[in-house]
């Protein structure tokens, strides 16, 4: 097979919801409308997700090195290693052996650190698994968080506004700890939202404001169709920037459309309107 001409993969390393779009549920059809095969591995499974006032979940912690276990005997590599929710402290060096065991020298790890938002852990997310999860840092290559999570990975206070020179400082220390691209989500600009891009290459480090104004209501899976793009890009090896301007204009046209035909804030964006089916 020409090397050239085969189709990338990603393993995507993250919780599967039943009901309410986030995590795989969105990244699978997003993904894979890209262009790029998904090859999921579940951390845990929820009912629905952790917005609503109740859900089930089981998490797959005790399952999952059987999984690699039979991934390995496949001698499997991935282009990308997308990094999501995970359920427990203890997936934490399951994921890390996973990126030695699965990687090649062209492999790009994507880590969005799903913890929190607006200053909050998420409902059954344990603070330990959140001081756990800084390991990985080192391991990545982009980091896609929020400024919550920012908060969290840097050990400082959480604030919702900064000035774009405070956010670009965070994002660069975020880099020292190793990835190479940043881009912190959802920054409050008032009427607008932001994306700060901090890219590393060599010696030479650019910092980039992404403005946009609000689409509408602030939805849950947002920012999981949000990091899709950028890992999807990032596997392409398209410009980050210009990634980061796609996953910006995507998002907002979900969210409006969502608005627009009423669909409850829990049930997250309505991707699906824009998806292009290539038969």
Same mark, same amino acid.
């Given at each position: 097979?020409?090397?050239?001409?085969?189709?990338?993969?990603?393993?995507?390393?993250?919780?599967?919801?039943?009901?309410?779009?986030?995590?795989?549920?969105? +990244?699978?059809?997003?993904?894979?409308?890209?262009?790029?095969?998904?090859?999921?591995?579940?951390?845990?499974?929820?009912?629905?997700?952790?917005?609503?006032?109740?859900?089930?979940?089981?998490?797959?912690?005790?399952?999952?090195?059987?999984?690699?276990?039979?991934?390995?005997? +496949?001698?499997?590599?991935?282009?990308?290693?997308?990094?999501?929710?995970?359920?427990?402290?203890?997936?934490?060096?399951?994921?890390?052996?996973?990126?030695?065991?699965?990687?090649?020298?062209?492999?790009?790890?994507?880590?969005?650190?799903?913890?929190?938002?607006?200053?909050?852990?998420?409902?059954?997310?344990k603070k330990s698994t959140a001081n756990a999860l800084?390991? +990985?840092?080192?391991?990545?290559?982009?980091?896609?968080?929020?400024?919550?999570e920012c908060a969290f990975l840097s050990d400082i206070?959480?604030?919702?506004?900064?000035?774009?020179?405070?956010?670009?400082?965070?994002?660069?220390?975020?880099?020292?700890?190793?990835?190479?691209?940043?881009?912190?989500?959802?920054?409050?600009?008032?009427?607008?939202?932001?994306?700060?891009?901090?890219?590393?290459?060599?010696?030479?480090?650019?910092?980039?404001?992404?403005?946009? $104004?609000?689409?509408?209501?602030?939805?849950?899976?947002?920012?999981?169709?949000?990091?899709?793009?950028?890992?999807?890009?990032?596997?392409?090896?398209?410009?980050?920037?210009?990634?980061? $301007?796609?996953?910006?204009?995507?998002?907002?046209?979900?969210?409006?459309?969502?608005?627009?035909?009423?669909?409850?804030?829990?049930?997250?964006?309505?991707?699906?309107?824009?998806?292009?089916?290539?038969?």
């Open positions: 097979m020409n090397k050239k001409s085969r189709q990338k993969k990603i393993a995507v390393i993250n919780d599967m919801s039943g009901y309410g779009r986030c995590s795989l549920t969105v +990244l699978l059809p997003v993904i894979s409308a890209m262009g790029i095969q998904v090859c999921p591995v579940p951390t845990g499974i929820f009912s629905n997700h952790t917005g609503y006032d109740d859900y089930a979940k089981k998490d797959l912690s005790k399952f999952m090195p059987e999984y690699f276990k039979k991934w390995k005997k +496949l001698d499997l590599k991935f282009d990308g290693i997308y990094i999501g929710y995970l359920t427990s402290s203890s997936q934490i060096n399951m994921i890390k052996k996973f990126i030695k065991d699965f990687s090649n020298n062209d492999t790009v790890v994507i880590l969005d650190p799903v913890m929190g938002d607006e200053g909050r852990l998420y409902s059954g997310y800084k390991e +990985l840092l080192k391991h990545a290559d982009i980091i896609t968080p929020n400024a919550t206070e959480y604030k919702d506004k900064r000035t774009e020179t405070e956010w670009a400082d965070i994002a660069s220390g975020l880099c020292k700890r190793g990835p190479s691209r940043v881009v912190i989500t959802g920054i409050n600009l008032g009427s607008m939202i932001g994306n700060m891009c901090f890219e590393k290459k060599g010696k030479t480090e650019r910092a980039t404001i992404i403005r946009k $104004k609000i689409a509408g209501k602030s939805r849950p899976g947002t920012g999981d169709l949000f990091s899709g793009i950028i890992a999807a890009d990032a596997v392409l090896k398209n410009d980050f920037i210009s990634s980061v $301007k796609k996953a910006s204009d995507f998002t907002a046209k979900c969210i409006a459309k969502s608005d627009e035909l009423n669909i409850p804030v829990n049930d997250g964006v309505c991707f699906e309107e824009f998806m292009d089916i290539r038969l």
